[in-house]
């Protein structure tokens, strides 16, 4: 069984123009303050928001983020917590309507690359998905789930090793400008194998011909030596064919 500390285990990022990265937490529950610990121990800066001050009591005393008292998706309290310099926001309060809307006004409005949602109703997690939000399950575990959305690099971990410590399996963050492009194009410019899907929540194995869909998960095998180039060649758009 895991335990909350295996979400401590993360890789550190380090964004392209070499300082760490920013990331915005909505929620300072079970599940922000563990997301918020992890990131500060890995050294990312951190600011975390609740409508409640009371829910900061709940961090460690040499927390050294932000603690915005506010409502998540108001865009004043957002830019409180510097939501444009953000690399990713994840909203994980106890509200759906408050998390994805908040989702949606951070990526939107302020654009920032990865955002994540923790759902409760599973019914709506569909939804969420064909607007291209990434969703979580409210969980036990869920904080290593959105882990693997916010900080790609935390899937280097993997959810699979094989025997040699050579290939792992893990999650693949692509951008965006990938969508409508065939499996194949991804194996062809990094090395990877697509492995299957979560698309609207469930697996899917790919068929030849399958096309990267808005808010698709890739799992992909890669060599572990690899995944700075992996990260390189998907992290961008796919550069355009020369006629």
């Not at 572990?224 to 006629?243: C, D, F, K, N, W």
Request: aromatic share 8%; net charge negative.
């Amino acid at each position: 069984m895991k335990s909350s500390m295996d979400v401590r285990c993360c890789f550190i990022f380090v964004e392209g123009n070499g300082r760490m990265a920013h990331f915005v937490i909505m929620g300072c529950g079970r599940v922000g303050v563990t997301l918020a610990h992890t990131l500060d121990d890995a050294g990312h800066t951190v600011a975390i928001i609740d409508q409640d001050e009371r829910a900061f009591r709940r961090l460690r005393r040499n927390f050294s983020g932000s603690k915005i008292h506010g409502v998540g998706f108001d865009r004043e309290t957002l830019e409180r917590a510097e939501i444009s310099n953000a690399y990713a926001f994840a909203a994980v309060s106890s509200g759906d309507n408050s998390n994805i809307l908040a989702t949606r006004v951070a990526r939107e409005t302020y654009h920032v690359p990865h955002v994540v949602a923790r759902i409760y109703d599973p019914g709506r997690a569909e939804i969420y998905q064909r607007l291209g939000i990434p969703t979580v399950a409210a969980v036990r575990w869920s904080s290593d789930q959105v882990l693997r959305r916010i900080l790609p690099e935390h899937t280097l971990n993997g959810d699979f090793r094989e025997a040699s410590g050579r290939l792992i399996l893990g999650e693949v963050n692509v951008h965006e400008g990938w969508y409508g492009h065939m499996l194949e194009d991804l194996e062809a410019v990094a090395p990877i194998r697509v492995a299957y899907l979560s698309r609207f929540g469930e697996g899917m194995l790919p068929a030849p011909g399958t096309r990267l869909q808005q808010g698709d998960i890739v799992h992909a095998m890669m060599p572990i030596y690899a995944t700075g180039e992996i990260e390189r060649a998907l992290s961008s758009a796919p550069q355009p064919v020369a006629e």
